[in-house]
T-cell receptor
Framework: EAQVTQNPRYLITVTGKKLTVTCSQNMNHEYMSWYRQDPGLGLRQIYYSMNVEVTDKGDVPEGYKVSRKEKRNFPLILESPSPNQTSLYFC?????????????FGPGTRLTVT | AQSVTQLGSHVSVSEGALVLLRCNYSSSVPPYLFWYVQYPNQGLQLLLKYTSAATLVKGINGFEAEFKKSETSFHLTKPSAHMSDAAEYFCAWNSGGYQKVTFGTGTKLQVIP
């Protein structure tokens, strides 16, 4: 089954404790992206990747890191989480960079930072 | 900044009534527009997309949207609401080139029995 998986689905952590949210897709997609969803703000892009070893900042990259060492994986790293990073996070992928390609979303990771 | 605007963060309709969710875009060039749906506790999935081939776009689950350049709008409609349509709907805009996608703030649709 074609899908985007994220782990963990739920995470509660404390301020300053490094964490990684994994994202993997099995569709051989070139493009991958991370979003955060907050009430009233919709989805905001954190980082995206056009292909292996090619990443770029989205609208809200502060406090996050990403890497793309393999085509299928695109982990999101919070090196020193803070309470304002409490949010619902989505990973997405699409076939290739291009205007008409739809994005496929993972099920989301709900992160709480205390 | 170029973006999409969704009017109404919450919309309530009766079962069987018309669904109309509004999306306006601001762009100086023809955009690529999408509607996504998010069911409770799930990720987003594509409803339909506009890619300039036709102004009236039909999607899944009986939804459709019409691209109106003169009004810079891409409103989502469904003739008859079903209980299963209760979800949050997002309009999204692609700037082209490097797949920078911008999402609207979302509209939660409530369907009243």
């Amino acid at each position: 089954e074609a899908q985007v998986t994220q782990n963990p689905r739920y995470l509660i952590t404390v301020t300053g404790k490094k964490l990684t949210v994994t994202c993997s897709q099995n569709m051989n997609h070139e493009y991958m992206s991370w979003y955060r969803q907050d009430p009233g703000l919709g989805l905001r892009q954190i980082y995206y990747s056009m292909n292996v070893e090619v990443t770029d900042k989205g609208d809200v990259p502060e406090g996050y890191k990403v890497s793309r060492k393999e085509k299928r994986n695109f982990p999101l790293i919070l090196e020193s989480p803070s309470p304002n990073q409490t949010s619902l996070y989505f990973c997405a992928s699409s076939l290739a960079p291009g205007q008409t390609y739809e994005q496929y979303f993972g099920p989301g990771t709900r992160l709480t930072v205390t | 900044a170029q973006s999409v605007t969704q009017l109404g963060s919450h919309v309530s309709v009766s079962e069987g009534a018309l669904v109309l969710l509004r999306c306006n875009y601001s762009s100086s060039v023809p955009p690529y527009l999408f509607w996504y749906v998010q069911y409770p506790n799930q990720g987003l999935q594509l409803l339909l997309k506009y890619t300039s081939a036709a102004t009236l776009v039909k999607g899944i689950n009986g939804f459709e949207a019409e691209f109106k350049k003169s009004e810079t709008s891409f409103h989502l409609t469904k003739p008859s609401a079903h209980m299963s349509d209760a979800a949050e709907y997002f309009c999204a805009w692609n700037s082209g080139g490097y797949q920078k996608v911008t999402f609207g703030t979302g509209t939660k649709l409530q369907v009243i029995p």
